[in-house]
């Protein structure tokens, strides 16, 4: 036993002696894993729809020396925009296999997921350049305007650019909307049923109401989504005159002068609707209201006057509609009633710090105003904070054009025989404008403050006092910055076109259903 253990003990010293002799002939020298490297690239893109080619053409090397690479770029839908639901399921599109991309943007306007793979051949090695593509459409930016164009309605658009896309509806239809027009409305977030396709859309919608009819359309191409006729559940549409499509914060509302319609869906917390609506909203599930046209929408609720009951109400972004009590939160009683009121409502706005001011005229005495001041919320208590009784001396007992200074001042616009003021409703003054370079011995058809304040990325936001005229079939449209409430410097910009402006919105691509908030939901 002992002699077999030597043997084996042997022949193990054998071979390590023989492999301490072996000369070995390998290479060890080491190197470092190839690395791939890609430049020429941005973060993100903005093209147009149907007329922009995305080409991009970035510089790719490789730490080893390698150029043999292989390339595929692919295309998504970002979760939660564009059109189809919102639950989407991530589907990688190729849309290209060489390292110089150029892909004409034939597709839905809507917010994408570019990226670039690269496979280095030698050793199969990736790397991936993920970047967003935002596709517009020659609707999706710029300043709308809703036009009279005598007893018909159309739309012009003013683009970034400086071109004009005139008379939209006629381009579209054949044919303007007819009858005069009444309000213009934006929802960054509308959600409707294709009849094509069965499925939930979402998109950016312009609504337009005229004194007997409502056109909400498509911004991604202007297309016809529904008219009065058929935006209705019940398939059959009231007798009624319509005023306002805005949009809230889980639905759409609408104002008409039979009520307060209500459709829900807010398609960013995948509460997704088909945009149509039922039956109006009433108070108590049982009472009727019949609404002024003037509105004003706030906190995320819409509060109008009920000309049946001279009652202020608020439409929560339920679809609720509620009452005010006589009284305040201590059950007091208070000098003036949001209740029983007689008077004749003219105006109705509000400002930054959603006070809201309404303008009546007397409901026996021709030109004597009042000035409600009031508290925008959700309390059920009496919101009226004063009333204050219009100087007889004032030049605003005789207007008949108004608008408010929504953001940055407390001021009250208006129209007195052509001629602009401002009036102070803290001072309770007033003195007349004269914007510069602003012609004069036209009629001034409309004012407002129009802003965009959503844009976090871009140097897009502004805030503008808004005049327009009309001279000949023609108008201008002055935008100003402000300062002090007041117009200031030369116009920003001026618009031209046929027609007369009595509306205008300005619409911009990286609008969402949760930036409803940073553009003026007034009309």
């Not at 401002?422 to 001072?427: A, F, I, K, P, V």
Request: hydrophobic content about 35%.
């Amino acid at each position: 036993m002992r002699k077999r253990i030597y043997n084996i003990l042997s022949i193990c010293l054998f071979v390590l002696l023989a492999s301490a002799c072996y000369d070995d002939k390998g290479n060890y020298d080491y190197h470092e894993i190839s690395t791939i490297k890609t430049e020429g690239l941005e973060k993100s893109y903005t093209k147009t729809s149907y007329q922009d080619v995305l080409h991009l053409e970035p510089t790719v090397t490789a730490s080893g020396g390698e150029s043999d690479f292989d390339y595929l770029w692919t295309l998504n839908l970002t979760k939660g925009s564009g059109t189809t639901s919102n639950k989407i399921e991530i589907v990688l599109d190729t849309i290209g296999t060489e390292r110089i991309l150029d892909f004409p943007v034939n597709i839905k306007q809507g917010y994408y997921d570019l990226t670039l793979r690269v496979t280095n051949k030698s050793n199969q090695l990736e790397t991936y350049e993920v970047m967003s593509l935002s596709v517009t459409t020659k609707f999706s930016e710029g300043f709308y305007l809703l036009k009279d164009m005598g007893n018909s309605t159309d739309v012009d658009l003013h683009v970034p650019d400086n071109s004009v896309v005139n008379d939209i509806f006629l381009k579209m239809d054949g044919e303007r909307m007819p009858a005069a027009p009444v309000s213009l409305g934006l929802d960054p977030g509308y959600c409707f049923i294709d009849d094509a396709t069965a499925e939930h859309v979402i998109t950016k919608a312009l609504t337009v109401c005229t004194e007997n009819d409502v056109r909400i359309s498509n911004i991604e191409d202007m297309s016809t989504i529904y008219t009065h006729n058929t935006m209705f559940l019940s398939g059959d549409a009231p007798e009624e005159k319509p005023y306002y499509v805005w949009r809230n914060a889980y639905g759409v509302g609408y104002l008409s002068d039979q009520g307060a319609y209500f459709s829900t869906q807010a398609a960013v917390w995948d509460l997704l609707g088909t945009g149509k609506f039922g039956f109006p909203a009433m108070v108590n599930e049982e009472e009727d209201t019949k609404p002024n046209r003037n509105g004003v929408f706030a906190k995320n609720c819409f509060y109008y006057l009920d000309e049946l009951k001279g009652r202020f109400l608020y439409l929560d972004f339920n679809g609720g509609l509620h009452t005010y009590s006589d009284l305040d939160k201590d059950n007091n009683e208070k000098p003036n009633k949001p209740n029983g009121i007689t008077h004749h409502l003219k105006f109705f706005g509000h400002n930054y710090f959603h006070t809201g001011y309404a303008l009546f005229e007397d409901e026996n005495t021709a030109g004597k105003h009042y000035i409600y001041q009031m508290v925008l919320n959700r309390d059920p208590y009496n919101p009226i904070e004063k009333v204050t009784e219009v100087a007889a001396s004032s030049k605003l007992n005789g207007a008949n054009l108004f608008a408010m200074n929504e953001l940055t001042a407390k001021m009250l616009y208006f129209v007195n025989n052509n001629q602009l003021y401002m009036y102070d409703l803290e001072q309770n003054t007033e003195e007349p404008l004269n914007p510069t370079d602003m012609a004069t011995g036209e009629e001034i058809t409309y004012i407002s403050n129009r802003y965009w304040t959503g844009d976090t990325e871009t140097d897009d936001n502004f805030d503008y006092l808004v005049f327009a005229t009309h001279k000949d079939g023609k108008y201008k449209v002055y935008l100003y910055e402000i300062l002090g409430g007041k117009p200031y410097g030369k116009p920003v910009r001026v618009l031209e076109g046929e027609g007369k402006v009595v509306k205008m919105h300005y619409v911009d691509h990286s609008m969402t259903m949760t930036s409803y908030t940073g553009f003026p939901n007034s009309f």
